[in-house]
């Protein structure tokens, strides 16, 4: 049995649940969605019916799963991901799943892993590390977003992402905890500064008070809740400007001010030499190339140069990044490609030249864990899944910290190695 329906994100908005019954029972996957999405991600379809939803309804969506894809899903094994999964994208038969939409066959895809896992009677993580073809099992730093920013708080022209990296903790749950201390440091920093507006948060958890639009305050004010949580020279900080947000006819803006690609790239130099910043995604816009090039030149050496709406998961884009070396890291999340076996191969093109790939939640999310699941199973080392607030981030480290508690001795934690893969 193939059974969808139309459940509600973190924001309210509808997204799409499955249910896939086995002779072993019932596996349940849910996919979540993106508000800064890359053009070149593949397509999320919504019923446009403004009589619902203000037209973001999933009924469509439901119907595609269970009138177009259980029918010929029903009755296979699901211990052959890539089978069904190619399965699935035959039947949309487009480039981007325009026709049935990713979010019509990623619930699916995922719901099959965790029946295939269970089948094999192993946990989620070691069942996808037996697919990806590696036996470890590293646990990952997590990059926790604690300022808000651009689309996930309601602003224009701003940096999206200000995160956090326990680098120097000992392990995950360690790690962790030092967020959330640093977490609760900063709350108390901005309720002083801002009163009860400072404390407001944003579609990840992270703090986003409206007042606080100056990008070096707001660095300053993430190095004060460090110093006072006790974990000064411990901690490392890594961005996500979502840069193709304030991207207009060749020109970037931030605020007031105007910038060319060269001149973003020498405000990140800037950046980094003030700030312990380890790690920038989405710096440049989704097609500006030629500065992705700029920038890894530059400070490639040092500094992780993520691409997430420059890649979305896409083989074909990433091929295109390592033959220009734009980048050194890839952002990966499952809805930007759609399936499972296209999630992890994406994963494995990163692998082979020695790219780092980060797993990552997306602004509007669920209470499904897989991603966490994910992130051990392929031994990436790096999870960016919110601030450690709200139920639909902190579901993702509270599986990380069940997963650590099961794997023992044998749970890695790369800490300021996080740069090195397999």
């Not at 799409?16 to 053009?39: C, H, L, N, Q, Y």
């Not at 709350?187 to 948060?201: A, D, E, P, Q, R």
């Not at 639909?392 to 997963?403: A, E, H, P, V």
Request: aromatic share 8%.
């Amino acid at each position: 049995m193939i059974k969808a329906r139309e459940i509600l994100d973190s924001r309210g908005d509808p997204t799409v649940e499955v249910d896939i019954k086995t002779s072993k029972g019932v596996f349940r996957s849910m996919t979540p969605s993106g508000a800064s999405a890359g053009k070149h991600e593949a397509i999320e379809l919504r019923d446009n019916d403004k009589s619902r939803y203000f037209g973001k309804g999933t009924l469509k969506v439901v119907k595609n799963i269970n009138d177009i894809i259980a029918p010929k899903i029903i009755g296979l094994n699901c211990r052959h991901q890539n089978t069904i999964d190619s399965l699935m994208i035959e039947l949309d038969g487009t480039d981007n799943k325009g026709k049935l939409g990713a979010n019509s066959i990623l619930p699916v895809s995922m719901a099959v892993t965790k029946a295939g896992a269970f089948d094999k009677n192993l946990p989620l993580y070691s069942y996808i590390s037996e697919m990806f073809g590696i036996i470890s099992h590293k646990m990952p730093v997590p990059m926790c977003n604690i300022i808000n920013g651009g689309k996930h708080a309601g602003q224009k022209n701003s940096f999206q992402e200000h995160m956090i990296m326990p680098t120097s903790a000992k392990s995950f749950s360690e790690g962790i905890r030092h967020v959330s201390e640093i977490y609760h440091h900063l709350s108390k920093i901005l309720y002083n500064k801002f009163g009860s507006s400072g404390t407001l948060i944003g579609d990840e958890g992270g703090f986003a008070p409206s007042g606080l639009s100056n990008i070096y305050e707001r660095f300053d004010f993430i190095l004060q809740a460090i110093e006072n949580a006790g974990y000064n020279e411990m901690i490392k900080i890594a961005i996500d400007p979502a840069s193709s947000e304030f991207f207009y006819n060749e020109t970037y803006k931030i605020g007031n001010k105007s910038y060319s690609g060269g001149e973003m790239v020498d405000l990140y130099i800037d950046l980094c030499n003030k700030y312990p910043i380890v790690s920038i995604e989405d710096g440049l816009a989704e097609d500006d190339w030629d500065s992705w090039v700029e920038i890894t030149k530059k400070i490639g050496s040092k500094v992780q140069i993520v691409g997430d709406d420059l890649f979305v998961t896409n083989t074909k884009r990433i091929k295109k990044g390592i033959e220009l070396n734009a980048a050194n890291s890839v952002l990966i999340k499952l809805n930007q490609i759609g399936t499972v076996t296209e999630t992890l191969n994406a994963i494995k093109m990163a692998n082979d030249v020695g790219w780092t790939s980060i797993i990552s939640h997306r602004s509007g999310e669920t209470e499904d864990t897989f991603i966490a699941d994910l992130v051990v199973g392929t031994s990436a080392g790096q999870i960016k899944t919110g601030a450690p607030s709200r139920s639909d981030r902190t579901s993702k480290y509270n599986q990380l910290l069940r997963i650590e508690e099961e794997l023992g001795k044998e749970a890695e934690y790369p800490g300021i190695d996080f740069r090195i893969i397999l």
